[in-house]
């Protein structure tokens, strides 16, 4: 009873925001970091963050994810001083920008700071799994999403071993979804990101897009495969040049159930679903 109530979940409680889950839905990235793997550019200026911010919300994103800390593979922890100052100056500009703000942090810290100052989602990484992470949620209004991560950024790509990756993500995902609960989290809060790239090697990630209708079960998913290794080593592609396949892998996540995408490059997202939703509803009405 539980998984079939968290299934029909349609709408994602953030904070000021309900969000429909009718369609799928476009997460704009703003890295705010000097080591993001999408472009090694340094972010870390807020006037360019905050420009950039606001050029994905013209093209379209539904959603703003900001970051500070970079979780690339090999990536070193930062303090939590320093990812809330890169990311509270974006987060204080872009609180009114009329979409739902998240801030991606692993920290207990950040993430009671963030609330304070108005961010409507927290995007833990780590699955709130640090201690007080889940207290620093549960008395607010805020959207979670829960990713799976194998091991942390610093060596999480060394060796990924999994038995069964989509029943050990599943897993993960029930528990950290009953602990959440049990703290006051509503389903109609939750979304849950199996971390493709994140303790993973090729064929786990996979798996794990492949298995993405069993996953879904225990309410609605994010899903990132912007730009990521997984894309790169089908492809033979170098990062700026793994648009094409992030675009295909988008649209066979969302065939497969996706209620949000997490992706660098929104007009190209909005396009390819724009596109990819009139030949679906031609399909359906055909049939």
């Given at each position: 009873?539980?998984?079939?109530?968290?299934?029909?979940?349609?709408?994602?409680?953030?904070?000021?925001?309900?969000?429909?889950?009718?369609?799928?839905?476009?997460?704009?990235?703003?890295?705010?970091?000097?080591?993001?793997?999408?472009?090694?550019?340094?972010?870390?200026?807020?006037?360019?963050?905050?420009?950039?911010?606001?050029?994905?919300?013209?093209?379209?994103?539904?959603?703003?994810?900001?970051?500070?800390?970079?979780?690339?593979?090999?990536?070193?922890?930062?303090?939590?001083s320093l990812e809330l100052d890169r990311v509270l100056p974006v987060l204080?500009?872009?609180?009114?920008?009329?979409?739902?703000?998240?801030?991606?942090?692993?920290?207990?810290?950040?993430?009671?700071?963030?609330?304070?100052?108005?961010?409507?989602?927290?995007?833990?990484?780590?699955?709130?799994?640090?201690?007080?992470?889940?207290?620093?949620?549960?008395?607010?209004?805020?959207?979670?999403?829960?990713?799976?991560?194998?091991?942390?950024?610093?060596?999480?790509?060394?060796?990924?071993?999994?038995?069964?990756?989509?029943?050990e993500v599943s897993g993960f995902f029930a528990d950290q979804r009953t602990?959440?609960?049990?703290?006051?989290?509503?389903?109609?809060?939750?979304?849950?990101?199996?971390?493709?790239?994140?303790?993973?090697?090729?064929?786990?990630?996979?798996?794990?897009?492949?298995?993405?209708?069993?996953?879904?079960?225990?309410?609605?998913?994010?899903?990132?495969?912007?730009?990521?290794?997984?894309i790169g080593k089908l492809t033979g592609r170098e990062v700026g040049d793994?648009?094409?396949?992030?675009?295909?892998?988008?649209?066979?996540?969302?065939?497969?159930?996706?209620?949000?995408?997490?992706?660098?490059?929104?007009?190209?997202?909005?396009?390819?679903?724009?596109?990819?939703?009139?030949?679906?509803?031609?399909?359906?009405?055909?049939?």
């Amino acid at each position: 009873m539980e998984q079939r109530q968290a299934a029909a979940v349609r709408e994602w409680m953030c904070g000021r925001f309900r969000l429909a889950l009718g369609r799928p839905l476009i997460m704009g990235i703003v890295n705010v970091t000097p080591d993001s793997f999408s472009d090694r550019r340094d972010r870390t200026d807020p006037v360019e963050a905050i420009e950039w911010a606001r050029r994905l919300i013209d093209e379209g994103a539904d959603l703003l994810d900001i970051g500070g800390e970079s979780t690339r593979p090999g990536a070193p922890p930062v303090a939590a001083s320093l990812e809330l100052d890169r990311v509270l100056p974006v987060l204080s500009a872009m609180r009114d920008c009329g979409v739902p703000v998240s801030i991606d942090t692993r920290k207990p810290e950040v993430m009671r700071e963030a609330l304070a100052h108005g961010a409507d989602i927290i995007n833990d990484v780590g699955g709130f799994t640090a201690p007080g992470a889940i207290e620093a949620v549960a008395a607010s209004a805020c959207g979670v999403c829960i990713m799976h991560m194998q091991g942390d950024p610093a060596t999480m790509q060394q060796a990924p071993d999994y038995g069964d990756v989509v029943t050990e993500v599943s897993g993960f995902f029930a528990d950290q979804r009953t602990a959440l609960a049990r703290a006051g989290v509503k389903p109609e809060r939750m979304m849950f990101d199996p971390g493709i790239g994140f303790g993973k090697a090729l064929e786990h990630n996979l798996a794990l897009l492949r298995g993405l209708r069993s996953l879904g079960n225990l309410g609605p998913l994010l899903i990132g495969v912007s730009r990521k290794s997984v894309i790169g080593k089908l492809t033979g592609r170098e990062v700026g040049d793994r648009l094409a396949g992030s675009l295909a892998a988008m649209l066979a996540a969302v065939r497969e159930g996706a209620a949000v995408v997490r992706v660098h490059d929104v007009a190209a997202t909005r396009d390819a679903l724009t596109v990819w939703g009139a030949l679906s509803q031609e399909a359906s009405h055909g049939a």
